[in-house]
């Protein structure tokens, strides 16, 4: 069986850190390249975006092509990254490829958002695809889109196993001193807020009241707080603005409000703790990505809740206290809760003989049914 997964590139240089679905790409191709029956496994681009060197994975391990090129050498596309439209759909059906669509994002608040305040998720030329043969989605969308996406659809959606992989965070690590994981230093803790921030669902507001009750406790213990993504906030929400002269960690000069940086980097060079929320979407990489470095992270994710320190739903006194437990004491374990968490993260690896005998299994379903 040939696979193909697509991905929808802007840019011949694209970094792999503006977002997770390339990744998502990726990690998956790994998984599926491990499946019994498979062949191949390419990632196919779906605008003009010519491939090249510029790209930051190796088209010798990830053969990468545009869709027309390939659309004649697959079996079975995934639509994950890119969509194909109503004619690229009836040629594939008319070959007789199945279409998958792989579900990781939080459509169903994209397209609430769309509706009631007007921002772009399509428009009129949105196309909404009736002719999947499966519907794959990851465990942390389930809650929220599945009706969403079975109805519009006309298919019933899975749950499908989450996959990651350190192989791209280390490759971009792999310069920085200690490799990019976390130091244990003395002094007051820098704490970072890295949600996107280009929705309700990672939202940056609860972490940084986290960080104020913290700070109200034990100012001498905190040496700034970062946020990122923020910085349009910061310069155009006048309702931003003056909720955050409200809190003592602002008046008193202690936070900043930045604009976008990749993960790895950040965390290398500006952080000691992450502070994060969300909303049904409790599981991403942002966290792996965190935990597995070695950093102490704060969060109320349901779904990894065994990883870093853990408060529910929105429960900022809670995680107020997972604050200041890692500020006094994370120095002190960091080497072997590292260890320890980097054993747990394992389950989501693409060698994991769970997941593959899942996506085999998932395979061989969405193969023997008739195309739609």
Known sequence: MRIGITIGLHREDETMWNNGIKQNAIFLADALGRCVGVSAVMLLNTTQVPIGEALPWSLTRYP????????????????????IDPVQTAYLKARGVRLVSYCCGSEYVVAMESMLFGQSAGGAELFVNQRYDAIWMVPQVAATSRPFFEVLRRQVAQVVPFVWSPSLLEAKMRSAPSGGEYVPHTGGRRLSVMEPNANVVKFCLYPILIAELAYREHPAGIARLQVTNALRLAGESAAFVTIMNQLDIVRE???????????????????????????ENPLNYFYLEVCWQGYALIHNASLCSDLGYYYRNNDVVSGAKCLLQAMMHHDVSHASQRFAQRHLIRRYFPENADIVRTYEALLCQVMARPVR
């Open 253 to 279: 000069q202690k936070a900043v409000f930045l604009d976008r940086f990749d993960t790895p980097s950040f965390l290398a060079e500006h952080t000691d703790v992450v502070i994060s929320h969300q909303m």
């Open 64 to 83: 990468t092509r545009r869709f027309e090129e390939a659309k004649d050498d697959i079996d079975l596309l995934i639509e994950l990254g890119g969509q």
